[in-house]
Each structure stands twice: as C-alpha cells, then as structure tokens.
T-cell receptor, first 114, second 114 residues
C-alpha cells in the first residue's frame, strides 16, 4: 500500500524567510499525482500546489514551489518570503493515476514568527 | 457561492446511536468524497462518489454508509456509532474524478461518540 511520510511534525520560520517542508512517499506506480494542502486554524483545507509525476519540471505557484525527486520519492514544499498567513498545518498527499487511492501524510504544523 | 457546506458542525452521540452527516456543494461538481481526520494522522478516505449514481469504498469504509442523493448532495451515515468513530469528518468535491483535479473541502464536522 502507498504511504506518505512527513517527518517534521512542527516547523517554524521567521517572517519573510524561506522554509522547506519535507515529504516522502512509497509507491510501486510510475504515474501518480502529488499535492500539498494547507489547513489553517479554521480547519478548511486549501490546495497549495500539485505535481504530476510524469512531469519533470517542478511546480511553482507564486511563493510556493516544490522539489520533486521521483527516483528518491521525495516531494518537498518550499515557501519563500513567509507571511503570517502561511501559519497552518500542511499536508502532503498522494493520489493514484486511477484516482481511487488518495493518501495523506500526518501533517507539518508551521509557525511563522513575526 | 457557498462552496462545500456540511451539517452539523458539532455532534455528540452515545454509543449505538445513529446519525447522518450532510454535505452539499454548489459548484456543479461531479465527484464527492468523505474523509475522517484523527489526531496525529492525515485525512483518510472513507467513501467517494465519482459521479452521480455511483459510490465506492475508500481506505476506511467499515461502520459507514453513504448516499449520493443527487449531484449536489452526498451524505454519510453511521448506523451504530462507536467511540472509535470519534473524529473530524470532512466532505470534499471535485469537478470530476480526474486525479489531477483540485478537491474543495467543507469546514468539517466534529463528532464525539461517548
């Protein structure tokens, strides 16, 4: 079975600095999709960024970018110019190409220090 | 445009009681999902409905049933609640079942089973 591991339960970053959240996953599939979701204190999950496994180019969305290493099965999230509003729980997620398997990691709680 | 709405927001049940969690979306999405979130764990998929008229089991379906009432609504039923079902439940929807599609989440229902 596929698993998603986030080894950093908590991280902190100074406002305006850069932070990287780690995620590794285990799969025997060659095609799949990876996501980072943000869950602020309000609890509602929001998509931050996504990556298709067959695309070698790393995805970027404004201040958010990923470092996707397919061979290492690693999918880290980099947040640049951190803002107070970035404080949240961040979940890494894996979805199979068939779509019927969707696995989340245990999350990383990010604190932004003013 | 309310997005994904869930009712109730909070619920306390006694062991053995039944209840139905309601979910509705107004984005004309074809696919809907139910997840549970437990402390220290990521979201786990309970059931999903790839399109109106279809439902399928996810990772943790035992003890639950679902109904895709129409395109907008997808309910989750606990027939005989158990303390192990104490959790936060999230409903989500996506445009269709393509694995790349963003899922939009509701605000969650916090359920406690005594």
């Amino acid at each position: 079975a596929q698993t998603v591991t986030q080894s950093q339960p908590e991280m902190s970053v100074q406002e305006a600095e850069t932070v990287t959240l780690s995620c590794t996953y285990d799969t025997s599939e060659s095609d799949y999709y990876l996501f980072w979701y943000k869950q602020p204190p309000s609890r509602q999950m929001i998509l931050v960024i996504r990556q298709e496994a067959y695309k070698q180019q790393n995805a970027t969305e404004n201040r958010f970018s990923v470092n996707f290493q397919k061979a290492a099965k690693s999918f880290s999230l980099k947040i640049s110019d951190s803002q107070l509003g970035d404080a949240a729980m961040y979940f890494c997620a894996y979805r199979s190409a068939s779509g019927n398997q969707f696995y989340f990691g245990t999350g990383t709680s990010l604190t932004v220090i003013p | 445009n309310a997005g994904v709405t869930q009712t109730p927001k909070f619920q306390v049940l006694k062991t053995g009681q039944s209840m139905t969690l309601q979910c509705a979306q107004d984005m004309n999405h074809n696919s809907m999902y139910w997840y549970r979130q437990d402390p220290g764990m990521g979201l786990r998929l309970i059931y999903y409905s790839a399109s109106e008229g279809t439902t399928d089991k996810g990772e943790v379906p035992n003890g639950y049933n679902v109904s895709r009432l129409n395109k907008r609504e997808f309910s989750l039923r606990l027939e005989s609640a158990a303390p192990s079902q104490t959790s936060v439940y999230f409903c989500a929807s996506s445009r269709d079942f393509q694995p790349y599609n963003e899922q939009f989440f509701g605000p969650g229902t916090r359920l406690t089973v005594l």
